[in-house]
């Protein structure tokens, strides 16, 4: 378990990471798994963050994970959209039913 917060960082950008090698990959599942990760280790963040700060000399590498973490993002939404969009389209005209 990380014990600083910049540590929580680079756990987040490696579960990152991960999703976007399994975006790649076009393995849906192992994108959904790590998404779940970096939603544990955020929320691990906020709690820790309440309890400590982040140093001085840890800042700038926050900004430079960061910026990573977005750039990762923002791949994996490319790669996603074309299996969004025919997901979507499996339910385009479908009657909704409430089974």
Known sequence: ???MLIDYYKAIEDSSAKMLEAAKSKDWDGVVRYEGTCAVLIEQLRNQSQRQELLPEHRRE???IM???LRNDAQI???AEPW???FEHLFD???HSMH
């Open 93 to 95: 005209g479908q009657p």
């Open 84 to 86: 969004i969009a025919q």
């Open 77 to 79: 939404r490319c790669l």
């Open 67 to 69: 910026q990573r973490i």
């Open 62 to 64: 926050k900004v430079r």
């Open 1 to 3: 378990m990380p014990e």
